[in-house]
């Protein structure tokens, strides 16, 4: 039985888990991954300290941070269920059961998909979700990102320089991301923007080979080899089926990190806490688990 168990590792998860291991808490961290969103990341301006850093590079900083506690971490486990009983509370994973007195829930967001034709036959054959991690596979080769917001403008910069052409699909009649990102990508001689289009599908062989989109009312087939989907992040939450969620399935939150579940505390980008950014997913991970060990000791 352990004080408090933190599903997830990225910022929310691993500051949550310092400000609790530091309290003497017995812990336990369980998480598919380290660093979540933030290690898909390309460049990361303005966090705290850092005027300029990259995502691989931060949540290095962040995981030997965690080490240097000896933070017990679970890492590549799913959870799949969370269920509290009059007695504890009972995480349940792809691979066995733990009970604990308190859990903090902040497992993060996961990449939306198109739901179109051929996305899940070309999943890791020329279509992927992740630029960081994928975008040297391309180099010279034309690609096309799915998306017109940050994470699809963030993907383009991190491919300009790999990358012989990158094309821009978004569905949206212009992009939606910050300025400066828009003149840095609208300004690149390789990158092509094609706004007021729809993704029908993606086509190939063994491997990607194109994509189809409707443009302007015409249907074409546009030739790439490789396709980059950044339409946006859902909530982590389904195992947190008791827990109240919204309408976008993120977990309602107080102040104080509380979800409508006595002992169960949520934070970071899983939760309806509006701006989505790193700095404020660590600072809520640090309240969550505060929250946390004063909830044990008023029962102690």
């Not at 990225?10 to 949550?16: E, F, K, L, S, V």
């Not at 998480?31 to 705290?48: H, L, M, R």
């Amino acid at each position: 039985m352990y004080d408090i168990i933190v599903i997830g590792a990225g910022p929310a998860g691993i500051t949550a888990a310092i400000y609790a291991i530091r309290k003497r808490m017995d812990l336990l961290v369980i998480s598919k991954d380290v660093g979540g969103q933030t290690a898909w990341s390309g460049s990361i301006e303005n966090y705290t300290g850092y005027q300029f850093v990259t995502g691989p590079d931060l949540t290095l900083k962040f995981e030997e941070h965690m080490r240097r506690y000896n933070v017990p971490l679970k890492e590549g486990e799913a959870v799949t269920a969370v269920k509290k009983t009059d007695e504890k509370i009972i995480v349940t994973t792809d691979k066995g059961e733990y009970g604990t007195k308190t859990l903090i829930i902040a497992s993060g967001k996961k990449s939306r998909e198109l739901n179109v034709p051929g996305e899940k036959e070309f999943k890791n054959k020329g279509l992927t979700y992740c630029a960081t991690c994928d975008g040297p596979l391309f180099a010279g080769k034309d690609v096309a990102i799915i998306g017109g917001g940050n994470s699809a403008l963030d993907a383009a910069l991190q491919l300009i320089k790999i990358a012989h052409h990158i094309y821009i699909i978004n569905i949206a009649p212009h992009l939606t991301g910050d300025h400066v990102m828009i003149e840095k990508v609208e300004g690149s001689e390789v990158v092509s923007v094609m706004n007021s289009t729809h993704v029908l599908a993606v086509t190939g062989d063994k491997v990607v080979r194109g994509i189809r989109i409707k443009r302007e009312g015409k249907v074409e087939d546009l030739p790439v080899e490789g396709i980059f989907v950044e339409i946006g992040l859902m909530p982590n939450s389904d195992f947190a089926s008791d827990v109240s969620r919204n309408s976008f399935g993120e977990i309602k939150v107080d102040s104080y990190n509380r979800t409508d579940i006595p002992g169960i505390f949520a934070a970071g980008d899983v939760t309806d806490v509006p701006e989505k950014q790193i700095i404020i997913a660590a600072g809520e991970g640090s309240k969550a688990a505060l929250t946390a060990f004063r909830y044990l000791s008023e029962r102690r």
